[in-house]
């Protein structure tokens, strides 16, 4: 079974974290195991795509490189020619780059 890509970001940004290439936040996440006991992850900061960042309003700064780089599924419609409207399509992976909070800025408007 196919991981989402919230959940290939999650596990790529534990394995980030654990390497030292992204800071924790003050937060955990508690994930309850099949025993019963209780496993404490600490939650990694945010990371998001070049274009992620531009819809959250910042931009990543000038000289600035990708922290991470790892694929996540992407989705390709198609229009029926006729009708105009999407029918079908397909997924595929395809790698994105990842910024950190401290590699942005807040975007200025023109």
């Known amino acids: 079974m196919a991981m989402t890509n919230e959940?290939?970001?999650l596990q790529e940004s534990l394995t980030l974290l654990k390497q030292g290439v992204l800071?924790?936040?003050s937060r955990v996440f508690v994930q309850e195991m099949p025993d019963g006991s209780t496993l404490e992850l600490p939650e990694p900061e945010?990371?998001?795509?070049?274009?992620?960042?531009?819809e959250l309003g910042?931009?990543?700064k000038k000289g600035e490189?990708?922290?991470?780089?790892?694929?996540i599924w992407k989705y390709k419609?198609?229009?029926?020619e006729e009708t105009g409207e999407e029918?079908?399509?397909k997924c595929y992976q395809r790698k994105a780059f990842w910024f950190t909070f401290?590699?942005?800025e807040k975007a200025v408007s023109a």
């Open 23 to 25: 800071k924790p936040t």
């Open 46 to 54: 945010p990371i998001h795509t070049y274009n992620g960042w531009k």
């Open 87 to 89: 029918e079908g399509g």
């Open 7 to 9: 959940q290939i970001i």
């Open 65 to 71: 490189h990708a922290k991470a780089q790892f694929s």
């Open 58 to 60: 910042y931009q990543v």
């Open 102 to 104: 401290d590699q942005v």
């Open 77 to 80: 419609g198609q229009k029926n």
